[in-house]
Every structure is written in structure tokens, then in C-alpha cells.
Nanobody, 125 residues
Framework: QVQLVESGGGLVQAGGSLRLSCAASGRSFGSGLAAWFRQGRGKEREFVAATRWSTGTTYYADSVRGRFTISKDNAKNTVYLQMNSLKPEDTAVYYC??????????????????WGQGTQVTVSS
């Protein structure tokens, strides 16, 4: 059973930075996708970023492109989300997700097999 454990959330002022980590275990992470989604209070879950475990190819939502960077460390089975120039609208619970096999629908939460418990990110104005 795959387990995903997020860490690194917290409270930061607008314009600041945070780095989220997602430690994964339970399978060989040489294939498939790892992604970050977020859900603000009263909002639907939305795609933030994804990366392919095998190639490192990255994908971003328009709202975060140029500010956020997703990366991975295959040796540690860990995925990171570096968030810079944070805005109050980035406030949300951030979730890590894993899909065993690559899908071109990487932006849809429905295609992911496993999810972490989430970590809160709050950006004050």
C-alpha cells in the first residue's frame, strides 16, 4: 500500500516562500506521476503541479507557473513543491497524490491512485 506523507506547510506573509515535501513509500517509484493539488476553504480541489517519476517532466497550473517549482528525489522517493512569491489566494490545504502509471490527464484528481493527508498553507496579506 502506497503511503504519502506531506510536510512543510505553515503560515507565511504574502511574497514569502515555503517548500512542501511529500515522502512516498510502498512501491517502486520509477514510473507514473506525482502531483500536488490544493483545496481552499469552500472551494473545489484544484491541480497545482505534477511530475513524471521516470523523466522528471513537469506540468503546472497557469495560476502557479513561474512561482512554484515541483521536483523529485528518486533516491528518497520524495517530491517537493517550492512555492515562491506566495499570495493570499494560495491559501489552501495542499495534497500530494500518486499515480502508478502515467496519464495525460495529470491535471485531474480522479486519475490518481493514492493521496496524502494534506498540509495547511496560509498566506497572510
Amino acid at each position: 500500500q502506497v503511503q504519502l506523507v506531506e510536510s512543510g506547510g505553515g503560515l507565511v506573509q504574502a511574497g514569502g516562500s515555503l517548500r512542501l515535501s511529500c515522502a512516498a513509500s510502498g512501491r517502486s517509484f520509477g514510473s507514473g506521476l506525482a502531483a500536488w493539488f490544493r483545496q481552499g476553504r469552500g472551494k473545489e480541489r484544484e491541480f497545482v503541479a505534477a511530475t513524471r517519476w521516470s523523466t522528471g517532466t513537469t506540468y503546472y497550473a497557469d495560476s502557479v507557473r513561474g512561482r512554484f517549482t515541483i521536483s523529485k528525489d528518486n533516491a528518497k522517493n520524495t517530491v517537493y513543491l517550492q512555492m515562491n512569491s506566495l499570495k493570499p489566494e494560495d491559501t489552501a490545504v495542499y495534497y500530494c497524490a500518486d499515480r502508478i502509471i502515467y496519464s495525460s490527464n495529470y491535471y485531474s484528481g480522479d486519475v490518481y491512485n493514492f493521496w496524502g493527508q494534506g498540509t495547511q498553507v496560509t498566506v497572510s496579506s
